[in-house]
């Protein structure tokens, strides 16, 4: 699916949880949480499908350190430090396939190279929310202590 050449910044996230103020788009023009072709190539890649369930774990198990320290860079007004945090993320999302995870990032990171830090602060919780959406549908789709049917092929 074609993604939508309008703005795509952390105010226009289409998650489960609203937010004051956020700008709505379109659902159907909305990114999904994860795209699953992106872990189901990775699946075709390895000879064991339970390296990619690790992967999406780790990055579930990891993403909440990732923002932390893009809050804690931001905070202490560190546009280097936080630019390298967000890049973790935007990387780490791609990877995954957390697709609208990707997009808030990307908006964040743009923020920080035009030196606007208050402005990347405040996309942050709109860059929580769509973290915990996407470790939500991620841990869905691959659960800690899985049955050896229920890995995605």
Known sequence: MPL???????E??????PVDGAARVPDDAAAPLVDPAVLADMTRDF???VIVHRFAQDFSATLEGKLDRLELRLAAGDATGAEDAVLSVTTSARMVGAMRLDRA???IHGMITADDLHGARGGLVMLRVCA???????RA??????EPTTVPS
Do not use: H, K, M
């Open 4 to 10: 939508p050449s309008t703005s795509s910044g952390p």
């Open 12 to 17: 226009q996230y289409q998650g489960r949880y």
């Open 47 to 49: 000879s064991d499908p």
């Open 105 to 107: 990032a990307r908006a």
């Open 132 to 138: 915990t959406d996407t470790i939500g549908e991620l």
């Open 141 to 146: 789709a691959y659960p800690e202590n899985p």
